[in-house]
């Protein structure tokens, strides 16, 4: 048993398994933006998604597009293949992302687990990988984060492969990937160069090549984001124009410079974020010169100066942390005695991964953020008119969760929609009678008692909510009132609708 356990095969077919799973239960998308700014920009360069439907960004011209790029030929093919059904196009995505994720780590860790000498703290290196209860989760978004922090893995990867006479010109090739699919990567991409000028002593020539590298991608991604916008346009300049300089452009709100020292404890959950914390300053103080410190510290402070905070903005680094909590863990055990130590770590390890095999099957089985997308798939799949009609209640409308900003790629086609503002104003005279009437509300909608009796008054049937019972039940994040529940309405018996 204990030989099957400390077997690659066994960790990799593990974590292929969750990523599957992950990718077809995890619907939609966690943050607006891995939607809005990736597939409604390929649906607008496909003619399927009108300008004035996008998000400022657009028009501002700020996006690198590499990234709707890949997605507008993704789905040109999907509809040449006749797979139409949004819902299917999005998992293929998920899937093609998880894939590439699986390959990224497998090429890292064989190019990186040299650094430990036993078998067993190779095969813990890997697990790392699978076992971190939001790893799955993140490897098959088909987001600027996911895909920034993988090409930057594999750039890393190549900086092991010592015996690749080409290596740093692939890794400037790497960053530069990484760089276009999101360009907050050059804190993390800076943070690396800085440890091989001033740590590694880097030759200068080396050096050029990895910047010939990098320059060379960011001058495709150039041609590629003039050929997208339909004029010359250098994105980055734009982008940096609009967040830094530009004091007229949208503010999102700010957060203090600790935000994320205390968002990464809560965020990731105190299993994982107390002993990432530990090994943060406890690398600063004690082991500077560590590698992968540089990119993920980099990458915090960056992050950490910019008024606008959210969490995630940290996803790109969390692939580095199976090799940092390791590097930790081989730098305490050098310069402690940690022989009175060893059962109550062992039972901190049974801790750490039980809740974090809790955290897998949680993630594995729940669609993203609150899940509207579970909603719309639900009317999708129920819809047996040519014609639907929502009615939703307040911050209920699973299609424009942001007022005014659909997400086209689900919405069907020739909707009409009915706002109530209390579920106690639903009556037969808010229901269409040539079409078929869903009605969408929020959980905290269904708390007042005399709202509920009305929509017991009607005749109605509920489909389903938005987060299955039994996440609610293992995650309070869920269990504040935004889950959304779908019932389907149709007229009372002896009523006519006007």
Same mark, same amino acid.
């Given at each position: ?7 690659? +095969? ?8 969750? %990523? ?42 700020? @996006? ?14 999907? *509809?040449?293949?006749?797979? #139409? ?10 899937? *093609? ?5 699986? %390959? ?8 990186? +687990?040299?650094?430990?000498?036993? @078998?067993?703290? $190779? ?9 971190? &209860? ?36 692939? =890794? ?6 990484? !760089? ?14 800085? &440890? ?13 090549? =990895? ?16 050929? %997208? ?27 203090? =410079? ?12 105190? &299993? ?8 943060? !300053? ?41 090799? *940092? ?7 305490? +055990? ?38 509207? =997308? #579970? ?5 999708? #799949? ?19 969760? &942001? ?12 909707? $009409? ?27 905290? $909608? ?41 019932? +389907? ?10």
């Amino acid at each position: 048993m204990k030989s099957f356990i400390f077997n690659s +095969k066994f960790f990799f077919t593990f974590g292929a398994l969750m %990523f599957l799973i992950t990718a077809w239960n995890s619907s939609g998308y966690f943050h607006g933006d891995e939607h809005y700014q990736i597939l409604e920009f390929a649906r607008w360069k496909l003619g399927l998604t009108l300008a004035e439907s996008l998000p400022w960004e657009f028009n501002e011209q700020i @996006r690198p597009t590499l990234h709707p790029s890949l997605a507008y030929i993704f789905l040109k093919a999907a *509809f040449w293949l006749n797979i #139409e059904n949004p819902y299917t196009q999005t998992f293929l995505l998920r899937l *093609f992302t998880g894939c590439f994720a699986l %390959f990224s780590i497998l090429f890292f860790w064989k190019e990186s +687990k040299g650094q430990f000498e036993s @078998r067993q703290l $190779q095969i813990l290196y890997l697990a790392l990988f699978f076992l971190l &209860w939001f790893m799955p989760f993140l490897s098959v978004r088909f987001s600027s984060e996911t895909l920034g922090g993988l090409w930057l893995l594999i750039g890393l990867g190549f900086f092991y492969d010592d015996k690749r006479r080409a290596r740093f010109l692939f =890794m400037g090739l790497c960053f530069g990937l990484s !760089f276009l699919f999101r360009y907050q990567m050059a804190l993390a991409i800076l943070g690396f160069g800085l &440890w091989l000028l001033l740590i590694q002593k880097t030759p200068f020539r080396q050096l050029v090549t =990895m910047t010939f590298g990098f320059l060379a991608v960011c001058g495709i991604g150039f041609l590629v984001d003039s050929w %997208f916008y339909n004029e010359l346009v250098f994105t980055p300049w734009n982008y940096f124009y609009e967040t830094i300089l530009n004091t007229e452009s949208p503010s999102f709100g700010s957060a203090p =410079m600790h935000y994320y020292l205390f968002s990464i404890f809560s965020y990731s959950g105190f &299993w994982v974020g107390f002993p990432f914390l530990v090994f943060l !300053f406890w690398l600063l103080i004690k082991k500077p010169k560590t590698m992968v410190l540089w990119p993920i510290f980099f990458f915090i402070l960056g992050h950490s100066l910019v008024p606008h905070k959210e969490i995630r903005f940290l996803f790109p680094i969390a692939f580095l942390l199976p090799l *940092f909590f390791m590097q930790g863990l081989r730098g305490f +055990k050098e310069s402690y005695p940690l022989k009175r130590l060893e059962k109550p770590l062992l039972a901190y390890a049974y801790f750490f991964l039980g809740l974090n095999l809790l955290g897998l099957v949680a993630m594995g089985f729940k669609p993203a953020s609150i899940g509207r =997308m #579970e909603i719309t798939e639900m009317i999708h #799949e129920s819809q047996t008119s040519e014609r639907i009609h929502l009615i939703y209640g307040e911050d209920a409308n699973p299609y424009d969760p &942001w007022g005014g900003l659909y997400a086209h790629h689900y919405l069907p086609e020739g909707i $009409q929609e009915t706002e109530i503002k209390s579920l106690c104003d639903l009556d037969d005279s808010k229901l269409m009678p040539s079409a078929q009437n869903f009605l969408v509300v929020t959980k905290h $909608q269904l708390n007042n008692p005399e709202c509920i009796e009305v929509l017991e008054g009607m005749k109605t049937e509920k489909l389903g909510q938005s987060m299955p019972a039994w996440i609610e039940r293992v995650n309070i994040w869920f269990s504040n009132g935004r889950l959304l529940v779908l019932y +389907k309405l149709e007229p009372t018996q002896g009523l006519k609708i006007f």
